[in-house]
């Protein structure tokens, strides 16, 4: 049994050597620490001509960004590597491919995506992939059906419920997503001209029970082993292939969590848009998010009703009719979510790219006002949003 | 550490002296096994003034009726006692008292309740408790409340969801309450009478359809720790005194489960007492019986309320009016468990003493029908039937 030690470029290079599963392991000689995160580091291991060709990935016992002041769970790499297994089992050409994990080093050896690139970076440049949005409709409908009781016998998914209890990583999302940005926190990130509209928020009686709703079912609906965390930043692209990767925010929840996730990540490139690219091509680039929006959606949806017409096991859920009557519960979810997102990810801690990357200070304001509103309205009115149509339409209406 | 044996009389008296915990345990002398049920011994123990002091409960390692043929966990006397233990920490007037317990012998010694009668047996009998339905109704709130994402540490809670994993027992309830009663079902107890009325329950798209969802919901919403099998012959009754025992079918479940079946149990009642007491007494037993319903919906509802109001710990949850919010959640539950409590009682293998006890057949047809018919439409109602009141007037409209 190995002992956690924290790796050295060297470590993760012999690590890669002896886990890659590489005909000509000694053929690799130099890796780079990559981690732009704060959990971990993440080494690509390169060979002799300088070519990136495996990624060995450590999870730390500590919060980086505040040094190691914020202990955080190892078991987090466990779950990651058994997530991303068990994802790639249901959906192997969407999901990263795990080759090898230690949970004692809390590392895992896994694929080179190098010839892929992170999709929210292409978002915010306005580069487009036509069929990422459909893949990512695929991996979503592939994990999230096959994980849920439509299709997992009651034996296995209550043992894959105890697998997969994460209760540090899920109480970051439980704080940062459904509590922060509704209070006064220190840890709050939103644009100082936006105080009235944040202080709104927190006195907002029906958004309030509808997050606390939402929490709720966090907290409480078992419905599918979740990625917990799928926005663009976890999510490779390339012509023709998308890669989800970073699955340490991994449990049981209400599937509705990963798809509003999905979206209101989406959703959020299309309220900045305008503070990152010139006039025309960010309308251009705004019609084109508005497509992939539709298509995620879509291409889950569908996905999702052909799996449970085809391979449900539980006799009862198995009923015709019901699946659909299911997904009309996830869509409602899924709306709810995406507000929780566009919010978290303006007002809250966790601040992304496509805003950050905003020069002027007057449309980052501009942006963000616009994603809170448009979060706001999809929380209070998920119940009366009746489809995917009707969802665009309320995002055009927001401006 | 012991090793599992089934206990003779003599054990139990031998058991009980060592941890009855009683002043005088060598006046303690002989037993008498009374369980009625399939799944375990009962034993009474009496000391030598024939007074019954104690009582050892011990579960089998098959269900008796069918013999040994239908193995079935030990795990569920642990579950059992512990379910109890902590019901008994939030409601100790209301759940029978765990003195000890020990899980390899899957043995529990608990208080003895000779000075109560099981309610379904006095409701059988037209005999009333008119507190009972109020102290049933502040059970379910105290137990349900505390054990909840208001009131648990989040970190607490998903142990206690792993602690009361229960699969063999849940498998149980899956199959019986939600598959059986709407299939053709060697294990179906029904009047021959009413076939065409049961095959109707068979082919109903809608009614199937609430079905797969109360079962859905049945199998991933993990709301609080339930007892699972609130019926009123796991209820004992005496003046001015209710203590609910029998917790082996507990685990993390929806609310409106453990008040369904609670409810349902007393409109099973309400069908059956125009056959089991003479007209007057019938009419009187039935309006008592509605009594019994609206109190004890009423009891849970404002006591749940009022504890969400003075005792959430969840800051989101703790929002005013979330708690109004998700108990009309409960409510909707609620009246979609009654009714699937209603049909597998009738239809269904677990057939109860309120119907089994009529003696003419035909009356006993009628009153199956009567349950039958109430149950469908409680389930196609639920998200209709606004609040007792609706209530009460639908089961009155039903016959």
Same mark, same amino acid.
């Given at each position: 049994?190995?002992?956690?030690?924290?790796?050295?470029?060297?470590?993760?290079?012999?690590?890669?050597?002896?886990? &890659?599963?590489?005909?000509?392991?000694?053929?690799?000689?130099?890796?780079?620490?990559?981690?732009?995160?704060?959990?971990?580091?993440?080494?690509?291991?390169?060979?002799?001509?300088?070519?990136?060709?495996?990624?060995?990935?450590?999870?730390? %016992?500590?919060?980086?960004?505040?040094?190691?002041?914020?202990?955080?769970?190892?078991?987090?790499?466990?779950?990651?590597?058994?997530?991303?297994?068990?994802? &790639?089992?249901?959906?192997?050409?969407?999901?990263?491919?795990?080759?090898?994990?230690?949970?004692?080093?809390?590392?895992?050896?896994?694929?080179?995506?190098?010839?892929?690139?992170?999709?929210?970076?292409?978002?915010?440049?306005?580069?487009?992939? %036509?069929?990422?949005?459909?893949?990512?409709?695929?991996?979503?409908?592939?994990?999230?059906?096959?994980?849920?009781?439509?299709?997992?016998?009651?034996?296995?998914?209550?043992?894959?419920?105890?697998?997969?209890?994460? %209760?540090?990583?899920?109480?970051?999302?439980?704080?940062?997503?459904?509590?922060?940005?509704?209070?006064?926190?220190?840890?709050? &990130?939103? %644009?100082?001209?936006?105080?009235?509209?944040?202080?709104?928020?927190?006195?907002?009686?029906?958004?309030?029970?509808?997050?606390?709703?939402?929490?709720?079912?966090?907290?409480?609906?078992?419905?599918?082993?979740?990625?917990?965390?799928?926005?663009?930043?976890?999510?490779?692209?390339?012509?023709?292939?998308?890669?989800?990767?970073?699955?340490?925010?991994?449990?049981?929840?209400?599937? &509705?969590?990963?798809?509003?996730?999905?979206?209101?990540?989406?959703?959020?490139?299309?309220?900045?848009?305008?503070?990152?690219?010139?006039?025309?091509?960010?309308?251009?680039?705004?019609?084109?998010?508005?497509?992939?929006?539709?298509?995620?959606?879509?291409?889950?949806?569908?996905?999702?009703?052909?799996?449970?017409?085809?391979?449900?096991?539980?006799?009862?859920?198995?009923?015709?009719?019901?699946?659909?009557?299911?997904?009309?519960?996830?869509?409602?979810?899924?709306?709810?979510?995406?507000?929780?997102?566009?919010?978290?990810?303006?007002?809250?801690?966790?601040?992304?790219?496509?805003?950050?990357?905003?020069?002027?200070?007057?449309?980052?304001?501009?942006?963000?006002?616009?994603?809170?509103?448009?979060?706001?309205?999809?929380?209070?009115?998920?119940?009366?949003?009746?489809?995917?149509?009707?969802?665009?339409?309320?995002?055009?209406?927001?401006?």
């Amino acid at each position: 049994m190995s002992q956690y030690r924290t790796f050295t470029a060297a470590d993760a290079v012999e690590y890669a050597r002896e886990f &890659g599963g590489i005909a000509d392991p000694q053929s690799l000689v130099s890796s780079q620490e990559i981690g732009d995160g704060n959990l971990n580091l993440v080494f690509k291991i390169f060979d002799r001509d300088d070519v990136s060709r495996i990624v060995v990935k450590q999870a730390l %016992p500590y919060v980086r960004c505040v040094g190691e002041s914020w202990p955080l769970t190892l078991d987090r790499a466990r779950i990651e590597a058994e997530v991303l297994q068990i994802h &790639g089992q249901f959906c192997p050409a969407h999901t990263v491919k795990i080759l090898h994990y230690d949970p004692a080093l809390a590392v895992m050896v896994m694929e080179d995506l190098s010839s892929h690139a992170i999709w929210r970076g292409e978002q915010v440049k306005g580069i487009d992939y %036509p069929q990422a949005a459909a893949q990512l409709g695929e991996y979503l409908a592939q994990t999230l059906f096959h994980t849920s009781d439509f299709y997992q016998h009651p034996y296995q998914k209550k043992a894959d419920v105890i697998r997969f209890t994460n %209760p540090e990583l899920c109480d970051i999302t439980e704080e940062l997503f459904f509590n922060e940005p509704y209070e006064v926190h220190e840890r709050n &990130g939103y %644009p100082r001209a936006l105080e009235s509209l944040v202080a709104q928020l927190r006195t907002d009686d029906e958004l309030r029970q509808k997050v606390a709703g939402l929490k709720h079912r966090f907290l409480s609906n078992a419905e599918a082993l979740l990625h917990g965390d799928v926005h663009s930043g976890s999510i490779f692209v390339a012509e023709n292939s998308l890669k989800v990767i970073d699955a340490e925010f991994g449990f049981y929840g209400p599937m &509705g969590f990963d798809v509003g996730s999905a979206l209101g990540n989406l959703l959020i490139n299309y309220c900045a848009l305008p503070g990152l690219l010139a006039p025309r091509e960010a309308a251009d680039a705004r019609e084109k998010r508005l497509d992939d929006v539709r298509t995620t959606w879509q291409s889950f949806a569908e996905g999702f009703l052909a799996l449970a017409a085809e391979k449900t096991r539980d006799r009862a859920l198995a009923y015709p009719g019901y699946a659909a009557e299911f997904l009309a519960k996830v869509w409602r979810d899924t709306l709810g979510y995406c507000g929780t997102e566009l919010i978290r990810r303006t007002v809250g801690m966790s601040q992304v790219a496509d805003i950050k990357t905003i020069q002027d200070e007057v449309m980052k304001a501009e942006c963000v006002r616009q994603a809170i509103t448009l979060g706001r309205t999809l929380i209070l009115a998920a119940d009366h949003v009746e489809n995917i149509d009707a969802l665009i339409a309320r995002v055009r209406q927001n401006g």
